[in-house]
């Protein structure tokens, strides 16, 4: 997915391939030495046995639970059926299987343990009540460092967010989120490929990042058109939209649930609160229907169905930061997944008002540690010069706009990042110069993206840029128009005209 500046020499440490450790040590199985031998030979890192035992201990990295864990854990679960309250483990904040600890309790002989949960269906475990742990925990906790054991509540947790209101929801949601990605990461259905490109998270990724954007932009679509006055042709776009959530609400691609959420959170800021209460109570009905009732997935978005819609917002930011710090666990945080995943947030967080400075980093460290052309430096000046566009700090847009335009030209090796960015700020900026009435460098600029759109068209027929390119071309007929390019005005006028058609033809057929 992203490439690092080829040319950019950065120092790395163990740490720049937390990821690659996890997954050749813990899912892979493989022995410390091979892993050692692995990152020297692919990575040219050098460090002791002992360097690397410190690391995967601070990480929470263990493939064996010591004896007295074992008897702890077992002692605790078997207090805890003692009270009749099922249990959950985890150690170092990761899950334990308890078909292992049973297979040590065995071996080792310690006191009988009932009812071993099987690893394999970690993400069927119940919830946790987070307000009684801390309490009931006290004692296990100063015997061994890290553990925790819960236990399923018995009612919503009300909890004080943002708003005044008091939030009522069942504490399942949050929780089955941190399970749901604990155990994808665990059990191998999540796993690491390299620094530079997404996490697999699918074994039908294709399809369900195509059914996404399908589901994005068919809200999206449906929402402009309402606003216009088009509601028969809107409606026809909410339905493709909804016709999605089939697939997505049985898809595992780690980029649906925060998705969703988000657009959740879209509709209502968009006036359609209605329409946003439906998409979630059809999610979970869908859900229902086609997963299997105990699912982690499940359990979500059952409770997305029943949570507040004034309290969408905090939910919203609970669960993407949920994916931020787990992502650093379990690939790090120099993985591109975890990049990705921090912008997404910063882009809501960006939506909501607060200042560009405190939400994105300083793009002078971003080229630092990865080269001014790198995916995030470019993806670090895209999104600042699209909130500078959005909040009309237009000399601000010219600036970053332009620097976007040229690093992008430079990209070498990579057609589809090179055109993505050359087209994103080729928009930004000819739009900002229409807009501030510097109609000949608008007229140059513009024409320049669409040739870029046109490029990026043979590299991704999936018409992300139709809106922009919907906008360009309505620019550009105004301003022939007003120039007495009358020729010039029609064929854009007439492109554009085809181009709608063309869309909406394509994107309502049933």
């Known amino acids: 997915m992203a490439n690092d500046d080829p040319s950019h020499v950065h120092t790395t440490s163990l740490g720049d391939y937390k990821g690659e450790i996890f997954q050749l040590y813990i899912i892979e199985k493989k022995t410390l030495k091979d892993v050692m031998a692995i990152i020297e030979e692919t990575h040219g890192i050098t460090a002791t046995a002992a360097v690397y035992k410190a690391r995967l201990e601070k990480w929470g990295y263990q493939k064996y639970i010591k004896r007295h864990e074992v008897n702890a854990i077992v002692k605790e679960k078997q207090q805890r059926e003692l009270q009749g309250k099922e249990t959950t483990f985890f150690l170092r904040d990761r899950p334990v299987d308890l078909m292992k600890i049973e297979k040590y309790r ?296 332009s620097l976007l335009i040229k690093r992008a030209s430079t990209v070498d090796g990579d057609e589809w990042r090179r055109l993505y960015f050359l087209v994103k700020g080729g928009y930004h900026l000819g739009v900002t110069q229409y807009r501030i009435e510097n109609y000949a460098a608008a007229m140059e600029t513009l024409s320049a993206c669409l040739k870029w759109e046109e490029e990026m068209w043979k590299v991704d027929e999936s018409g992300q840029f139709n809106s922009e390119k919907s906008e360009m071309l309505k620019c550009l007929e105004n301003m022939g128009s007003w120039s007495g390019r009358i020729n010039e005005a029609a064929t854009w006028r007439l492109q554009r005209m085809q181009m709608l058609e063309k869309i909406v033809a394509t994107d309502i057929l049933p």
């Open 106 to 401: 065995k071996r080792d002989r310690v006191q009988h343990m009932t009812q071993p949960i099987n690893f394999g269906k970690i993400q069927q475990l119940h919830s946790i009540n987070h307000d009684k742990v801390a309490m009931e925990l006290a004692p296990l906790r100063n015997q061994i460092a890290g553990l925790i054991s819960t236990t399923p509540p018995t009612s919503p947790l009300q909890r004080p967010l943002a708003s005044p209101q008091v939030w009522k929801i069942p504490e399942k949601l949050l929780y089955h989120i941190d399970i749901y990605i604990k155990g994808s990461f665990e059990c191998g259905d999540w796993y690491f490929f390299n620094n530079e490109r997404l996490i697999e998270s699918s074994k039908h990724a294709a399809l369900e990042q195509t059914s996404i954007m399908s589901f994005l932009n068919g809200l999206d679509m449906g929402c402009r058109y309402f606003t216009e006055g088009k509601a028969d042709v809107g409606g026809l776009y909410w339905r493709k939209a909804f016709r999605e959530m089939e697939t997505l609400v049985q898809g595992t691609y780690h980029g649906i649930i925060p998705n969703l959420i988000i657009k959740v959170n879209d509709l209502d800021d968009s006036g359609h609160r209605e329409a946003a209460k439906m998409l979630k109570s059809y999610a979970a009905q869908c859900c229902l229907a086609l997963q299997s009732p105990g699912h982690a997935r499940a359990a979500f978005f059952r409770a997305l169905a029943d949570a507040e819609m004034d309290q969408m917002k905090d939910l919203e930011i609970m669960v993407m930061s949920c994916f931020i710090h787990l992502f650093e666990v379990y690939v790090g945080p120099r993985c591109y997944s975890t990049f990705v995943m921090e912008m997404d947030l910063a882009r809501r967080r960006l939506l909501r008002g607060e200042p560009i400075d405190r939400c994105l980093p300083v793009l002078s460290d971003i080229d630092a540690k990865f080269g001014p052309i790198s995916h995030r430096s470019l993806d670090v000046i895209r999104l600042r010069t699209e909130f500078l566009f959005h909040r009309e700090e237009y000399a601000d847009v010219e600036t970053y706009a």
